[in-house]
């Protein structure tokens, strides 16, 4: 790569977390505008259109490029079904997804804030991120013999039903990383018996569903109407 597409690639990157700084302060990607942006890059408005059509270009890319790597590198690792290991699977899981929101936090706050955000672009951007997210996870229960009996629509449905709920406890877990890293008169002994209950609740609710799922039958009825 040459120096000026090396220049170009970091000027991008900026643009990315020039974003996500201004989301953690409470802003929503929607009320965002250009020149916030351009002024937290310390460039000027025009030199935005040389990396992006719009605003919604810039989120949609930002969710491609960022969020779409970290839940990659995610997936990589949980590798639920592939590990195949009966060892606390599910508690080691759970620990190493809350523990991957703690070190990259803004990136965890911007994908549960705007995925029902203002903006569509971004919004249809993360769906499209979460559903692959979830078919990942899909593929990696098939894997598991626990799950062999379910078939594959109702082992889709699982995996979706656990990425929501993973998803759910990102604003809880950041909340108590935050004030851990941020907050000089907290009682740190006090926020890790938080952090260690917190890990016990979760691990629990995602136990509840996946053994929940082992003594499910895919032949079951659903009916929504007598």
């Not at 989301?23 to 250009?34: A, D, K, N, P, V």
């Not at 002024?39 to 025009?46: A, H, I, L, S």
């Not at 656990?162 to 000089?184: P, Q």
């Amino acid at each position: 790569m040459s120096s000026r597409e090396q220049k170009k690639l970091q000027t991008r990157h900026a643009f990315f977390n020039a974003v996500l700084d201004l989301c953690m302060t409470g802003q929503s990607f929607s009320s965002i505008s250009l020149r916030q942006v351009t002024r937290e890059v310390g460039v000027v408005p025009t030199a935005f259109y040389r990396h992006f059509d719009d605003m919604e270009s810039l989120g949609r890319a930002l969710v491609v490029e960022e969020l779409g790597g970290t839940l990659a590198i995610l997936s990589d690792s949980l590798q639920i079904g592939r590990k195949r290991s009966f060892d606390r699977q599910i508690a080691k899981s759970i620990q190493l997804f809350l523990y991957m929101v703690s070190d990259q936090p803004y990136y965890w706050q911007f994908l549960v804030s705007e995925r029902y955000g203002g903006s569509e672009a971004v919004r249809k951007a993360i769906n499209e991120l979460v559903k692959k997210h979830a078919h990942s996870l899909a593929e990696d229960l098939a894997l598991q013999p626990a799950f062999t009996h379910i078939n594959g629509y109702d082992r889709r449905l699982l995996a979706e039903a656990g990425v929501n709920m993973f998803f759910s406890w990102i604003i809880d877990w950041l909340e108590l990383t935050y004030t851990e890293d941020h907050d000089d008169e907290v009682d740190l002994n006090e926020i890790e018996e938080n952090k260690h209950l917190m890990l016990h609740n979760c691990t629990r609710q995602a136990q509840m569903l996946f053994y929940g799922a082992y003594n499910w039958k895919s032949s079951e009825e659903t009916r929504l109407k007598d």
